[in-house]
Nanobody, 124 residues
Framework: QVQLVESGGGLVQAGGSLRLSCAAS????????MGWFRQAPGKEREFLAV????????RHADSVKGRFAISRDNAKNTVYLQMNSLKPEDTAVYYC?????????????????WGQGTQVTVSS
């Protein structure tokens, strides 16, 4: 069982940056691939980035590649999402998720555990 708690969301102007954090409970954090997703009102949940258990390999969605970066600190049981050059269309609730199957999953149904989400609002 893993419990995930996101933080770091808020209101930012277009062009600004935010760093989201996702703290995980339990001793087996390093056993999970960790992903970030977002969901805007009226839209489906969108994959953003995933990082392998070791942290050595990552994958980012084309929509955020070059602007967002996922990282993790297994000693702190935390995964991060650094978001730069934010745009109004990045406004959404951002979720972290954990997947015990490994690899670099990009589909939401693969993930077993989810955080409650943190709101990111980008003003123009």
């Amino acid at each position: 069982q893993v419990q995930l708690v996101e933080s770091g969301g808020g209101l930012v102007q277009a062009g600004g940056s935010l760093r989201l954090s996702c703290a995980a409970s339990g001793r087996t954090f390093s056993s999970y691939a960790m992903g970030w997703f977002r969901q805007a009102p009226g839209k489906e949940r969108e994959f953003l980035a995933v990082i392998m258990r070791s942290g050595r390999v990552t994958r980012h969605a084309d929509s955020v590649k070059g602007r967002f970066a996922i990282s993790r600190d297994n000693a702190k049981n935390t995964v991060y999402l650094q978001m730069n050059s934010l745009k109004p269309e990045d406004t959404a609730v951002y979720y972290c998720a954990a997947d015990s199957e490994g690899g670099l999953p990009t589909t939401s149904y693969t993930y077993e555990y989810w955080g409650q989400g943190t709101q990111v609002t980008v003003s123009s």
